[in-house]
């Protein structure tokens, strides 16, 4: 079993910044790629990023590039997304997922995290 624990979530300004880090339990870290996926209430959950095993491949829904960066800590066994410029349409509860490859599905996953809540403020 794989477990994927979530933090750095929290209640930010529009404009500001969070790091969102996805911690991956056990010697397992390397062998999985890891997604972020968010969902806001009433609406399907949505691809944010994803990076690949070997964290040469990265990828971000549109709405997210060229403000958000993802990138993982072998030693740390952690997966960070860096958010910048955040509007108060990123406003949902973040969850990473570790899966196979770096897909923008989510059924393509296998483990996910409980989720951290992200709020921005207008």
């Known amino acids: 079993q794989v477990q994927l624990v979530e933090s750095g979530g929290g209640l930010v300004q529009a404009g500001g910044s969070l790091r969102l880090s996805c911690a991956i339990a056990?010697?397992?870290?390397?062998?999985?790629?890891v997604g972020w996926f968010r969902q806001v209430p009433a609406k399907e959950r949505e691809f944010v990023s994803a990076i690949s095993r070997t964290g040469k491949s990265t990828y971000f829904a549109d709405s997210v590039k060229g403000r958000f960066t993802i990138s993982r800590d072998s030693a740390k066994n952690t997966v960070f997304l860096q958010m910048n410029n955040l509007p108060p349409g990123d406003t949902a509860v973040y969850y990473c997922?570790?899966?196979?490859?770096?897909?923008?599905?989510?059924?393509?996953?296998?483990?996910w995290g409980q989720g951290t809540q992200v709020t921005v403020s207008s």
């Open positions: 997922a570790a899966g196979n490859y770096g897909s923008t599905i989510d059924d393509e996953y296998d483990y």
């Open positions: 056990g010697r397992t870290f390397s062998r999985y790629a």
